[in-house]
């Protein structure tokens, strides 16, 4: 993945496509990376697993993360990056069908950069990918690597 990739972590393929979609109708040349799962995710950002062999590149530029998830649920993943001194920097935005207000507040307890409930209707469930990928792949400024040591 390129220094300033997306990592999508989402297990619904209608919710996969749209968002892949919506990234490229606003000339996102980032590459997406996707993962179906949350042990998925964790394996490919901490080189295990079936990502054990995969060359080990700069951290995506944000995580798109779903919370209902098989295997290891959103929320863990979110803990386990936060609890990991490569990753605990990393932009993570939840982006989920979840409008529990519980989900929300651990969401941010755990160190979550934003918290986005995925619209129901399609075009502004468009739309709101669309602004997300624009603020965090071309407005948004991450610290420098390891300005945080």
């Not at 109708?25 to 995969?54: I, M, P, S």
């Not at 990393?90 to 969401?107: C, H």
């Amino acid at each position: 993945m390129s220094p300033r990739g997306i990592l999508l972590v989402e297990d619904n393929a209608q919710d996969e496509l749209l968002t892949l979609r919506s990234l490229r109708k606003v000339n996102l040349a980032n590459e997406v990376e996707v993962v179906r799962d949350g042990q998925q995710a964790l394996d490919f950002l901490f080189h295990e697993g079936e990502f054990a062999g995969r060359p080990r590149q700069s951290l995506p530029a944000v995580v798109l993360l779903d919370l209902g998830l098989p295997r290891v649920g959103g929320l863990e993943v979110l803990a386990r990056l936060r609890a990991n001194a490569r990753t605990h920097l990393l932009p993570i935005v939840i982006l989920t069908s979840s409008d529990e207000e519980q989900d929300r507040l651990q969401s941010y307890l755990d160190g979550a950069n934003s918290f986005v409930r995925k619209p129901v209707d399609f075009a502004d469930f468009a739309e709101t990918v669309a602004r997300l990928g624009v603020y965090w792949m071309a407005l948004n400024e991450p610290p420098s690597p390891g300005g945080d040591a």
